[in-house]
Each structure stands twice: as structure tokens, then as C-alpha cells.
């Protein structure tokens, strides 16, 4: 009876450290990666940003300050990048933004679908891709009709998220990591 009883007991003890271990092992099949873009519910990770910033500054018909035309993209795998141009296929958020400097500033930046009355904090111009091959130029294409992004900092780490909307299509991204900088050619 007490063999019975202590099989019984590590028969239990064995099914439950297997049970452990299989729930552990298993990954969420909903789980998606933490820099990403989603189109409509469609989920596509990014994995590199490239802040695109130009060498002189314009000044503000609304303000008479300076800002600069700068562009942020956040790519997926598949694309690489040498200096500010781009080569293969993937996904990526493009947004041509004006800036008070020659670095990607922490702050709000709104889409105004415009290059006139330009100051800083503004985007005028933006678009997501899915499957784009940029030396065919051919893909999914969603260029933005309103939106905003966020930029905020902490060491060398930039988080970035991006709410917009391209006709009748939501689109959302987030993007945290380093951010290679390179001036525009």
C-alpha cells in the first residue's frame, strides 16, 4: 500500500512538472513583436530606424524660426539600408517630418499633409508599406490622411509611436531602440 501510495504521489508530482513545462515551452501564437506596425489588424515587425536629417535649415513663415526637413523610417528585416537609401523588401513607416534641429527631437509631431506654413513638430508628409520591393517600387502602400507620433528618449534609446489613419485604414506603430542618424545626400 505505501509503494502504491508513493507511486501514486510521484505519478502526480511527474505529471505536474511535465504540465509546467509544457505550458513554459509553449509561445502565445497572438503574441506580436514589440517594435511592429499594424495595418487593419494585420501585425508586421520592425526591426531598424533611420533618421534621415537634412543639412540646412528652412525658416517658418508661421513662427520665423528654423526647422529642418528630416525623415524617420522604421524598416523591417528584409530591408537594409546604406547611408539614407534603402534596398530589398519589407515593411516600413516613412514619415518626412520637420524638426528644430538636425536631431530627432522628444515631442509630438502632428501630420498636416502639407509643405506650406512648415514649423517644427510637424509631419507633411508619411506612409506605411507592407511587401514593398523598393527597386520595383511595387507593394501595399498607405499614404497617411491624419495622424501623429510620438518621440520621447531615454539614453540612447528612442521609443516612437505612430497613430494615423491612410483613407479608411488605422494604422499603428511602435518602435524602441537605437536610432542610426546619417545626413541627407
Known amino acids: 500500500m505505501k509503494h502504491n501510495l508513493m507511486r501514486m504521489i510521484s505519478g502526480k508530482f511527474m505529471?505536474?512538472?511535465a504540465l509546467v513545462?509544457?505550458?513554459?515551452?509553449?509561445?502565445?501564437?497572438?503574441?506580436?513583436?514589440?517594435?511592429?506596425?499594424?495595418?487593419?489588424?494585420?501585425?508586421?515587425?520592425?526591426?531598424?530606424?533611420?533618421?534621415?536629417y537634412d543639412a540646412t535649415s528652412s525658416e517658418s513663415p508661421v513662427d520665423s524660426k528654423p526647422y529642418y526637413r528630416n525623415e524617420l523610417v522604421l524598416f523591417s528585416s528584409g530591408l537594409t539600408n546604406?547611408?539614407?537609401?534603402?534596398?530589398?523588401?519589407?515593411?516600413?513607416l516613412d514619415l518626412e517630418i520637420n524638426g528644430g534641429s538636425q536631431t530627432l527631437e522628444e515631442g509630438t509631431y502632428t501630420f498636416t499633409g502639407t509643405e506650406e506654413n512648415s514649423q517644427a513638430f510637424q509631419i507633411w508628409e508619411a506612409s506605411?508599406?507592407?511587401?514593398?520591393?523598393?527597386?520595383?517600387?511595387k507593394g501595399e502602400t498607405y499614404d497617411f490622411t491624419s495622424g501623429a507620433m510620438v518621440v520621447t528618449k531615454s539614453g540612447d534609446k528612442y521609443t516612437i509611436k505612430v497613430n494615423a489613419v491612410a483613407g479608411s485604414h488605422v494604422i499603428v506603430g511602435t518602435f524602441t531602440g537605437s536610432?542610426?542618424?546619417?545626413?541627407e545626400n
Open 21 to 52: 513545462v509544457a505550458v513554459s515551452a509553449c509561445k502565445k501564437d497572438d503574441e506580436k513583436p514589440s517594435n511592429n506596425v499594424t495595418i487593419d489588424g494585420t501585425v508586421k515587425g520592425l526591426k531598424s530606424a533611420l533618421f534621415i
Open 179 to 183: 536610432i542610426t542618424s546619417v545626413e
Open 128 to 137: 506605411a508599406a507592407i511587401g514593398y520591393d523598393i527597386s520595383t517600387q
Open 15 to 17: 505529471l505536474a512538472v
Open 82 to 92: 546604406s547611408g539614407d537609401e534603402l534596398t530589398g523588401k519589407g515593411d516600413f
